[in-house]
């Protein structure tokens, strides 16, 4: 078990909808990253947080969006549900920004949408 | 073209086998090199990670990194049932903020008894 958490653990919403998905991070960790992982590919990087600010994007649109908050935990939200937005999504806990070398992963939530 | 890419398999071998699992990559930039084992409906778990060109091992598994061709493998000794997962490349620059792992499509592996 890595420590770090998200829920809900499975979700179905309807194209069009918005969703927001949580992830407590590993005590002690201060720096939270999520991926997209699509079936059958590897993860895509959506964005970072480092002390509650957006510390990098990647090839995402703006209807994605996140929040840290003080105690690190995080969320991610998604606005506009369209149904390539289907996947798992993880997020990941770092002890220090910059350094993925100790990035751990959530068990996941697997979103669908139809 | 693919900054990272990787053999998706499957890949299947009989227990007791060498396994190797291999990512080429096109972006110099890279320093950090990660392989993460994924097993079906889990998030990825870390396995093992390196910085520098050469070997390092680590029980059954040893990872080996070779700059010069942008190419790396993950060897994983007297493979076991246990060890069938999909295992994935990850990658990292260094850079001032924002770091992302560049992750590559995971090579899915059975292990057979």
């Known amino acids: 078990e890595t420590g770090v958490t998200q829920s809900p653990t499975h979700l179905i919403k309807t194209r069009g909808q918005q969703v927001t998905l949580r992830c407590s991070s590993q005590?002690?960790?201060?720096?939270v990253s999520w991926y997209q992982q699509a079936l059958g590919q590897g993860p895509q990087f959506i964005f970072q947080?480092?002390?509650?600010?957006?510390?990098g994007r990647g090839n995402f649109p703006p209807r994605f969006s996140g929040l840290q908050f003080p105690n690190y935990s995080s969320e991610l939200n998604v606005n506009a549900l369209e149904l390539d937005d289907s996947a798992l999504y993880l997020c990941?806990?770092?002890?220090?920004?910059?350094?993925?070398?100790?990035?751990?992963f959530g068990q996941g939530t697997r979103l669908t949408v139809v | 073209q693919k900054e990272v890419e990787q053999d998706p398999g499957p890949l299947s071998v009989p227990e007791g086998a060498i396994v190797s699992l291999n990512c080429t990559y096109s972006?110099?930039?890279?320093?950090?090199f990660m392989w993460y084992r994924q097993y079906s409906r889990k998030g990825p778990e870390l396995l093992m990670y390196?910085?520098?060109?050469g070997n390092k091992e680590d029980g059954r598994f040893t990872a080996q990194v070779d700059k010069s061709s942008k190419y790396i493998s993950l060897f994983i000794r007297d493979s076991q049932p246990s060890d069938s997962a999909t295992y994935l490349c990850a990658m990292s620059e260094i850079t001032g903020g924002g770091n992302k792992l560049t992750f590559g499509t995971g090579t899915q592996l059975k292990v057979e008894l």
């Open positions: 005590s002690g960790h201060n720096t």
């Open positions: 390196t910085y520098s060109s």
């Open positions: 972006n110099s930039a890279f320093q950090y």
């Open positions: 990941a806990s770092s002890p220090r920004q910059g350094l993925n070398t100790e990035a751990f």
């Open positions: 947080y480092y002390r509650e600010e957006e510390n």
